[in-house]
């Protein structure tokens, strides 16, 4: 076989499988525009955007130091993490419409800054969570400052993941940081730190404002991952995330049952109640046994949706 021969061949075999990837690239497109799929990609696919900061930032009315160059480095770093972090973030931006208007309309009320939201969706991403330290719940409470704050925790009730319950604990909580401190920046680095803690760096380091101490690194960062959740959320779509109100998720509608007496089998009571023990724990995670006991005088109320689907 001579050399013509060979460069005819490789010439084929080229030209066959550039007519090969060319079909299975209209194949792909052509079944996605059937069945509706849309591509993953967005803009340029060989290019990877860079964020605008903007001029000025706040939080809970409170200046971000945006002149301070480790302050725009350090709030960077938690908004690129977290803006790149694409499926964490989808879910987090399509979950937020189960609870944040309830969080928002407790804080309200309680006169807690509305940017404290953005401290629960850096606690917990709005899961139920538990910590390895025992922190629990989307506001990730421990056990004994949850009691110091009035939420019952038992082995069967932990109302730590009781959202409007711990929402209003964790309120009063800040309220009474804010009462020591004096500004909201501080009352945010002390929910992760402590009051205690956080008050003794202050002592030693002769300042006050959160943006001047040197703290430990999970306590350095974590403003800044709220001030990032504040960036992403106030306006999605400078960062690439285009959703509309039918990609949210959404809660149904609720009947409410008050109930007085001790229930030995929720399963049981939840099909008595024309639902299920899987509508129960979901929509009453702070039922933690399959058995509710209540004390003389005590009463509980659990959600159930109105409408259930039937088998």
């Known amino acids: ?166 929402t209003l604990a964790a309120a009063a909580y800040l309220k009474k940081a804010h009462q020591k401190f004096g500004d909201w920046t501080a009352v945010a680095a002390s929910y992760n730190m402590g009051q205690s803690g956080f008050s003794k760096r202050q002592e030693e380091q002769l300042h006050h404002n959160y943006y001047d101490l040197y703290l430990n690194e999970e306590t350095s960062r974590y403003l800044f991952r709220i001030l990032a959740f504040k960036l992403l959320f106030e306006n999605p779509e400078a960062f690439g995330y285009h959703l509309q109100e039918k990609d949210y998720y959404s809660l149904p509608e609720f009947r409410e049952i008050e109930v007085t007496t001790a229930l030995p089998d929720l399963a049981v009571w939840a099909k008595d109640q024309g639902s299920s023990y899987k509508y129960l724990k979901r929509y009453n995670p702070w039922l933690r046994a399959q058995e509710l006991q209540i004390k003389k005088g005590k009463r509980y109320t659990i959600r159930l949706p109105k409408l259930e689907v039937e088998d």
């Open 1 to 166: 076989m001579t050399k013509v021969h060979l460069t005819l061949i490789y010439v084929l075999l080229s030209l066959c499988l550039s007519l090969s990837l060319f079909a299975v690239l209209s194949m792909r497109q052509n079944i996605g525009e059937k069945f509706g799929f849309t591509s993953f990609a967005r803009g340029q696919k060989d290019s990877v955007a860079l964020f605008e900061l903007p001029s000025k930032l706040s939080f809970a009315g409170e200046k971000v130091p945006l002149e301070q160059a480790d302050v725009v480095e350090r709030l960077e770093r938690e908004l690129y993490v977290n803006a790149y972090w694409e499926s964490n973030l989808i879910l987090l931006f399509k979950r937020s419409k189960k609870y944040l208007p309830e969080i928002e309309r407790l804080l309200q009320e309680q006169g807690v800054p509305d940017d404290f939201k953005y401290l629960a969706i850096s606690e917990s991403g709005l899961l139920n969570a538990s910590s390895a330290a025992g922190a629990k719940g989307y506001w990730q409470i421990l056990e004994d400052t949850g009691k110091e704050y009035g939420l019952e925790i038992t082995e069967s009730v932990d109302e730590r993941y009781h959202l409007e319950k711990s």
